[in-house]
């Protein structure tokens, strides 16, 4: 399996659930138990959307820098087989290494869902999640699942969205 070798973003630490400070440290190598799934960032963008002009809010794009940030951190808690904002450095930390200090910005997690429509589903079902989805500040996202077969949840989403 290739390694990874991002660098990721992040922005102002917010409060949120589980997520808050940045520092970067370089990302591991990927251990050949975990790969990288192709999603459909577009797709994903346009269920965010949808859901947040439910809402009165703005719809969102894709971000090639935060698919970067999402895939960094996914990656870490598949390697570790836990679901942490912390694993690959502090949320702001990663932003700043990223570019993206003095964005405002939100990190959403999730581990052991099969489909993006059930970790989406998820994270409207829990008040924190939720939350970050609906910031309205939020103008930009990056996505990614890291599969680690081998570890008790399967599967490592990783939303990162920010303003601007």
Known sequence: ????????AAALSLSLAGCGGLSFTPEPDVETA???????EVAAAAAISAYRVQHGL?????????VK???FQAGNNARHGQLSHD?????????????????YAAENL?????TFEQVLARWKASPEHNKNMLLPQ??????ARV???DTRYKRFWALVMAGG
């Open 110 to 114: 999730s581990a052991g869902s099969e």
């Open 69 to 71: 940030a999402a895939a």
């Open 1 to 8: 399996m290739s390694k990874f070798s991002l660098a990721v």
């Open 138 to 143: 939020i103008r930009r996202i990056g996505i």
């Open 58 to 66: 703005s719809p969102v794009v894709v971000d090639t820098t935060l």
């Open 87 to 103: 694993v690959g450095g502090s949320f702001t930390s990663r932003m700043a290494s990223a570019g993206l200090a003095r964005s």
């Open 147 to 149: 599969d680690a077969p």
């Open 34 to 40: 975990t790969h990288t799934a192709i999603l459909d």
